[in-house]
């Protein structure tokens, strides 16, 4: 028992509260985990309860860990007190065994307990990602498959609303999205068919009646609202500047307005309909004798406010009142169909997921999640309700209490499971919904929010605590978060109140200030970007009635592009490199315990809301400062040189005819050919691909220098030990010799950055070992899952090579910062507008108002937008800045000493001006709209600051009028506001290469010698692509892919494979596939495919090819392990027998000449596919034929396999007429001859298809 601590009021009730359930609403540095302990302990020591009747639910292992020392720490200190107590002893045993865990944990807990009851193999394991991630898309492809040949007209509009010319991977990412989203719901079938059932609307139905009513009310009103406050601005002032027309003018607004609102408030959609239809504005003049100056400053003081609010007006009017109330209504019902296909499709996918997870005995989070619900609810419940089992009941009984840990980030299903386990009275919930921001995650803060509302007031049974004692920052620190929520966090705009309750209270200890102490205001440094507008002049006024940073519109935030953010975001980077700089060298001091001690890089953290990016930006600053500096990357890994390189090496292991990673293998230090040696090889044989120009290198006759000819045999040779070897190693053990062999390992550790580039490289071997781990085997596999991986842009953070103890400033998302503490905290790109994907993505999910929907028209390829999906979008939009204002939150209060916030924007006097419009109002909290209006962190600040007495310099440069008035409420906070030119910015950054001659020259304006190349360079330079050109068609593309353009895939047709026995020795191909993808247990169309291609190609047409024959031919690749005993038992022997002994068979194997699995790769017109191409303009096709065969009358002819069930010659030929037109040219150009005769043989049938 922790005797010497002395608890708070609040923190003692938390500890000794009994008999009910409990609700701590734990502030930041509250000290929530202590008091979770201390309750554990003071339970155990107090003989109230063993310590292994608690089920204590943490959100991490480190957590549950930590929480679990803690308790054995406080039990070893009371029997180290010299009472020898056989209780306390017992205790420690039993600890081992408690329940203290995640929430995943102790559901596999039950899981494993209790397998029998929901029909799971009890030696299941847990997934891992890469296993989850092959198994999803393997699900995909056989669900889309068998959808396309059912060719339902609902799922087919569909594809074409939601679907690309260039494949369906939009729609797999949207399968998923609304899987994960279903698996968050304790009931996913349930909610699955309730969100299709929302668009089966009754003939009577009436649009406020409707599930999107509300968020669609709430957006005009919103609106209305901003629109009104910004127009009584105007009146305001307009009136004390004597400027009578325009005066009337906007008192005729402000009418408008209110009609609008009353209207609104009749909640009759007819009749709002008629208000906005009606409304129009009155002409606005202003007094005569204005100077051109004047009127300029006129127009930018209300003409231009005014389009604002007129051009809201209009996108309302036009969003949603284009229409009558039964037309949009019609609209709605119009997509009940689509809807049905959608969530149709995701139950299916679910089904094939599930099935083979079950065939693997494998499960992921998700089901362990689900799996444990289905044990403890009881079966024979009506479907949807959650009624305990008899097992839920024996943990009832078994758990004395039932502690949750950040509560604030459970979801649906989470939730059901603790209710299904915590009895009436024991239940007790620990969290801080302010820091929720797990929204990715499909965390509901509602939750947390829905007990905070109603537990004080549903009796004796039910209590909520407030943690609001601060025990980790400054008082200044805490000041200042307080002065920036209180007047944000609203249960209109945030849905949080910041009320006292909320705020946090100063309780840390710190020693007396020194005058080196941190102790101080906190700092506010606003860069003016001197960026240029990239929007163009007729655009200005309508991007500007687009925008909505603050109150009228007036503040004009960045345009959001990525290039134009990261120039703003190069300047903050310098600027926090010289303030850190600063800080070091003023000889600061931080609290130590009682005492001081100099300050330390490690002791400061630079928090990003995002770090791809910006993360690099700002190492180089601080390093070009000299300033220590690590980056915690969540993404970055392939992009790395030595990655690439390798991925490349194993993929022309795989596939040795791939130019670009072979290019790259060439020219890398691997191999250590020079462009110039490159281009060499390229001319010496112009018509092959680099492969083949590799091997006219060993020719007598061609002319190349011995050193080249000497790079190339040693690749050869070393590439054709690799293709042996890849068939009798693992992938890893294969990684592994490649660095032995080439001892590139050891090059890149040579190199800058050598410790993480060889980290990154052992990585590269450790994720092969774990994808083998998951029973997937093969580099074919292995490559396609990277290559998938990278398609669907998950990239994986790069290897860790920084101890905790290492003396380094540190960056950080403010993600990952949560539950940290540092003594400076600096928070970054608070200028950077809000990620507002969610709300724009094509398909739109929400767990309340279900789908957002486009309508479609398939005829005429158009789409068109829907009430539903406005009022999805528009409560996406609210909940992600609610979660936003969470995540600042998060990064102000993980500051201890000191707080530096750093932003940067252009047109910093419209935005300033913007952030000024409420330092009038004497309410602390800022309207809903205003709030809501935010379009960055940097917004936020600028609104709350400028209504202090410290925010002058932000008044300044708003030019404002009005005097400021100080808002009710008490306030301590002392800010340091800075607006930086970027000109002292650069400056200060251009100084670090102030030894640079070149740089040099430049700062004394001395002319620069031009280089010889310069005329060469300026018309690169100078070029640009024509309109509408080649800037959206791909460079490369696979005969396949060109298929799945025209919507002819076949992914049976996906061949890799190329023999190097012609060259190096014989060679095998290992067609390894794992038993749950064979045929009779679930193989796929695709994988099916494959196989027969396989069998196909390596059956020796000259050996006994009848049925005893061919099974002895099957049973010798068994044994040459190109096949498994299982794929081999799937091979249709009858098939391959019956096709060699057609007369097409009969013509092949007496062949003058045959080529099997012929690759080839051609540049085509990209009109050809792509009409928005420049005709000039190339591709590059590569593909692999299946049989080309010069038959004994010496005519060429072309062969292609296929398994299609479908067998009807005319659909065969429609399908496959692109690939086989791309294969006859192939051929034609590279043989110079004609192919007399094109055939695809129908393995399905026995029948042939002449083309």
């Not at 829905?450 to 943690?467: F, M, N, S, T, V």
């Not at 290019?663 to 010496?684: D, F, K, N, W």
């Not at 292995?782 to 290559?787: A, D």
């Not at 191909?1069 to 390596?1098: C, I, W």
Request: net charge negative; hydrophobic share 45%.
């Amino acid at each position: 028992m922790s005797d010497a601590r002395k608890w708070s009021a609040a923190q003692l009730r938390a500890i000794e509260e009994r008999g009910k359930n409990l609700l701590v609403a734990a502030a930041a540095g509250s000290g929530k985990t202590s008091v979770l302990v201390e309750r554990i302990i003071r339970r155990i020591l107090q003989g109230e309860t063993d310590v292994d009747r608690l089920l204590v639910v943490t959100f991490t292992n480190a957590a549950a860990a930590e929480m679990r020392e803690r308790i054995e720490a406080a039990l070893a200190q009371e029997i180290a007190k010299g009472t020898v107590s056989p209780k306390l002893e017992r205790q420690l045993a039993l600890l081992s065994n408690a329940s203290i865990s995640t929430l995943h944990a102790f559901c596999q807990n039950v899981i494993r307990r209790n397998f029998s009851v929901i029909d799971l193999d009890p030696k299941f394991r847990l997934a891992n990602e890469q296993e989850k991630r092959l198994l999803q898309q393997d699900a995909l492809e056989e669900v889309f498959e068998k959808k396309y040949d059912e060719a339902q007209e609902d799922f087919l509009s569909f594809a074409a609303a939601y679907g690309t010319e260039r494949g369906d991977e939009a729609l797999y990412a949207m399968v998923l999205r609304l899987h994960a989203f279903s698996c968050s719901q304790p009931f996913p079938t349930l909610w699955l068919d309730a969100l299709a059932e929302s668009f089966d609307l009754a003939e009577q139905q009436r649009l406020l009646a409707t599930p999107w009513a509300q968020s669609v009310l709430a957006q005009i009103s919103f609106e209305l609202a901003a629109g009104l406050a910004a127009i009584g601005r105007l009146v305001e002032k307009a009136a004390a500047l004597g400027y009578e027309t325009c005066h009337a003018a906007l008192e005729g607004d402000e009418k408008i307005l209110k009609d609008l609102l009353d209207a609104l408030a009749a909640r009759d959609w007819e009749g709002l309909r008629q208000a906005f239809s009606s409304y129009a504005h009155a002409r606005m003049s202003f007094p005569k004798g204005m100077d051109e100056e004047e009127k300029e400053e006129a127009k930018r003081l209300f003409t231009q406010p005014r389009d604002r609010v007129k051009q809201r007006l209009k996108k309302l009017r036009d969003t949603y009142f284009h229409a009558t109330e039964e037309e949009l209504l019609d609209d709605l019902r119009a997509l009940s169909g689509m809807a049905h296909a959608i969530v149709d499709v995701v139950k299916d996918f679910t089904a094939s997921f599930q099935a083979a997870k079950k065939e693997r005995g494998i499960v992921d989070f998700n089901d362990l999640e689900h799996f444990a619900l289905a044990v403890l609810c009881d079966k024979d419940a009506p479907e949807g309700e959650l009624r305990p089992s008899a097992q839920a009941l024996a943990l009832r009984e078994k758990y004395e209490e039932v502690m949750v840990d950040e509560y604030q980030d459970t979801n649906g299903v989470q939730e059901a499971i603790l209710s299904l386990v915590a009895r009436a009275d024991n239940l007790f919930a620990v969290g801080d919904v302010k820091q929720s921001i797990y929204r990715f995650r499909l965390a509901d803060p509602q939750l947390f929010l829905k007990k905070q509302r109603e537990y004080p007031a549903l009796g004796e049974k039910y209590a909520r605590i407030d943690l609001s004692e601060n025990y980790r920052s400054r008082a200044g620190v805490l000041a200042a978060v307080n002065w920036i929520f209180s007047q944000l966090m609203t249960p209109e705009a945030m849905e949080l109140t910041y009320d006292d309750a909320a705020a946090l209270h100063f309780a840390a200890h710190y020693p007396e200030d020194s005058p080196k102490s941190l102790a101080g205001a906190t700092e506010l440094h606003i860069i003016e970007s001197d960026a240029e507008s990239s929007v163009e002049p007729e655009e200005e006024d309508e991007e500007k009635a687009e925008t909505s940073a603050v109150a009228d519109g007036g503040a004009e935030m960045p345009d959001g592009e990525e290039e134009e953010e990261l120039k703003g975001f190069a300047l903050e980077a310098a600027f926090i490199a010289r303030r850190v700089r600063e800080l070091m060298e003023s000889g600061a001091l931080v609290a130590d315990k009682d005492s001081y001690r100099p300050l330390r890089w490690r002791d400061i953290v630079i928090l990003l809301r995002a770090v791809r990016s910006k993360a690099d930006i700002l190492l180089e600053a601080l390093r070009d400062a000299d300033i220590p500096a690590y980056a915690t990357l969540d993404a970055g890994y392939f992009q790395a040189t030595e990655v690439r390189v390798v991925l490349a090496v194993l993929a022309v292991i795989d596939n040795a005819r791939q130019d670009v990673p072979l290019a790259a293998v060439l020219c890398s230090p691997i191999v250590g050919l020079s462009v110039s040696e490159l281009a060499e090889l390229r001319l010496a044989a112009p018509e092959e691909d680099i492969f083949g120009a590799l091997l006219v290198v060993n020719d007598p006759a061609a002319k190349f220098s011995a050193s080249l000819r000497e790079k190339v045999d040693a690749f050869l040779r070393v590439l054709c030990d690799w293709r042996d070897l890849v068939r009798r190693v693992s992938v890893p053990e294969l990684i592994w010799q490649i660095y032995r062999d080439t001892g590139y390992y050891d090059y890149v550790g040579g190199m800058a950055g050598g410790l993480l580039r060889q980290a990154n490289l052992r990585m590269l071997a450790d994720r092969a070992r774990d994808y083998e781990e998951t029973n997937f085997r093969g580099l074919f596999r292995f490559l396609r899952f990277i290559e998938k991986m990278q398609q669907m842009e998950t990239d994986l953070s790069a290897a860790r090579t920084l101890g905790e103890g290492e003396d380094v400033v540190r960056i950080m998302t403010i993600h990952k910062s949560k539950g940290l503490e540092f003594p400076v905290v600096i928070v970054a790109g608070l200028g950077s507008k809000f990620n507002m994907q969610d709300a724009s993505q094509d398909l739109l999910m929400h767990r309340e108002l279900g789908l957002g929907l486009y309508r479609t028209e398939r005829e005429k390829s158009l789409r068109y937008s829907t009430f539903a999906r406005e009022a999805v979008a528009e409560r996406i939009r609210r909940e992600s800045k609610a979660e936003e204002l969470r995540v600042l939150y998060v990064a102000m209060t993980r500051a201890r000493e000191k707080l530096i916030l750093v932003g940067s924007t252009k047109k910093l006097a419209a935005c300033a001006e913007g952030w000024c419009s409420f330092v009038t109002q004497t309410e602390r909290a800022l309207p809903a709209h205003a709030a809501l209006a935010a379009n960055s962190f940097l917004d936020w600040l600028g609104m709350t600051v400028a209504r202090h007495a410290d925010g002058a310099p932000l008044r300044e440069k708003a030019a404002l009028l009005e005097k400021r008035v100080a808002p009710k409420g008490e306030d301590d906070s002392r800010w340091q506001v800075e607006i930086v030119p970027s000109a002292v910015v650069k400056s200060v950054s251009a100084a670090v290469a102030e030894d640079d001659e070149l740089f040099e020259k430049l700062r004394r304006g001395e002319p620069l010698e031009a280089s010889a190349e310069r005329d060469a360079v300026e018309r690169m330079l100078a070029w640009q692509y024509a309109p509408h050109g080649v800037d959206n068609v791909p460079a490369k593309l696979s005969v396949t892919e060109l298929k799945r353009r025209f919507s002819v895939e076949d992914a049976a047709e996906e061949k890799v494979y190329i023999p190097l026995k012609e060259v190096h020795g014989s060679s095998k191909n290992v067609f390894k596939r794992p038993d749950f993808m064979q045929e009779k247990a679930g193989f796929s169309a695709a994988e099916y495919g494959t196989l027969m291609h396989a069998v196909l190609q390596h059956i020796d047409l000259a050996g006994d090819t009848g049925r005893e024959g061919l099974e002895k031919q099957l049973a010798n690749m068994v044994e040459k392990e190109l096949l498994l005993p299982e794929q081999a038992k799937a091979v249709r022997l009858d098939a391959v027998a019956s096709f060699l002994q057609s007369p097409l068979g009969t013509r092949m194997k007496k062949a003058r000449r045959l080529w099997r699995e012929l690759p080839f790769s051609r540049r085509l017109e990209a009109h050809r596919f792509y009409p928005e191409a420049e005709p000039e303009a190339r591709i590059f096709v590569q593909g692999v034929i299946d049989v080309l065969f010069e038959d004994e009358a010496g005519a060429l002819v072309l062969l292609d396999y296929k398994t299609d069930k479908n067998t009807r010659p005319a659909a065969v030929r429609e399908k496959y007429r692109l690939q086989i037109e791309i294969y006859t040219e192939a051929v034609e150009a590279i043989l110079g001859r004609k192919v007399a005769e094109r055939c695809l043989y129908l393995l399905q049938d026995g029948s042939i298809v002449q083309l």
